[in-house]
């Protein structure tokens, strides 16, 4: 029986596209690689940064370079970018029906913990967390896998009374990694592709649909 509800922040509960991808280019450009405005790097949204933007600059990911790019990015995002952000419909409803059911609410995202609870707080989102769980600015825990893991850990929980809901397929392989069930939403920024091979066990068009899927303990 499903008690406790892990959920990814970036697609999930919010759109954080603009936000993250003008950051990202501004990034990018203080290091010397502007990138086209019709160039799409939607793709970075969901896993770790500092990766995705090594492999933008084609170089390792701890490359200098790839350091310097996040920090760039950083500079933007702390000040401006968190904010250019929209909350999915009926998520805040959403959390509120789950929370008064009885369900134990997770955040569980690769964004550095500080952004995170900075961003559900001004969409007062933060209440209805029992904690808000994210990476450190040093890239500590932004591989999914070793984040859930740290919860398990942290809240004494049981995997098998657990499910993670993402968008990505980074959300399921670390949740899969920790016998934990998983729920995809296809609203997000994983393709239909990318969710079909990760294959979840559910897949949900809104957020909302969450709330009969788990009373119908379908997960």
């Known amino acids: 029986m499903i008690k406790n509800i892990l959920i990814d922040l970036d697609g999930t509960l919010t759109d954080p596209k603009v936000g993250i991808t003008t950051s990202a280019r501004y990034g990018l450009a203080k290091v010397g690689c502007p990138i086209a405005d019709d160039i799409n790097i ?7 940064l500092q990766a ?32 250019e952000n929209h909350v999915f419909e009926d998520v805040a409803e959403t959390l509120n029906t789950l929370k008064q059911q009885g369900f134990h609410l997770f955040l569980a ?48 929980l ?3 009374e657990c499910v993670m809901v993402g968008d990505r397929e980074h959300d399921i392989f670390g949740a899969r990694r920790n016998g ?3 729920i995809a939403v296809e609203y997000g920024y994983g ?19 969450l709330l009969q899927l788990l009373n119908q303990s379908a997960v």
């Open 109 to 156: 995202t690769a964004k550095p913990e500080v952004y995170a609870k900075q961003i559900l707080e001004h969409f007062d989102l933060l209440k209805y967390f029992n904690y808000a769980y994210g990476s450190e600015l040093n890239g500590e825990r932004t591989n999914k896998g070793e984040l859930i893991a740290y919860i398990l850990e942290k809240e004494n």
């Open 52 to 83: 995705s933007l090594a492999k933008i600059l084609n170089v390792a990911v701890d490359d200098v370079l790839a350091e310097q790019a996040l920090m760039g990015y950083r500079e933007r995002f702390a000040v401006t970018g968190l904010y």
């Open 191 to 209: 393709s239909d592709q990318e969710l079909t091979e990760a294959a979840p066990q559910a897949r949900i068009k809104q957020f909302s649909d």
């Open 42 to 48: 939607d793709w970075i949204i969901g896993p770790p």
């Open 158 to 160: 049981n995997p098998a």
């Open 180 to 182: 934990i069930e998983t």
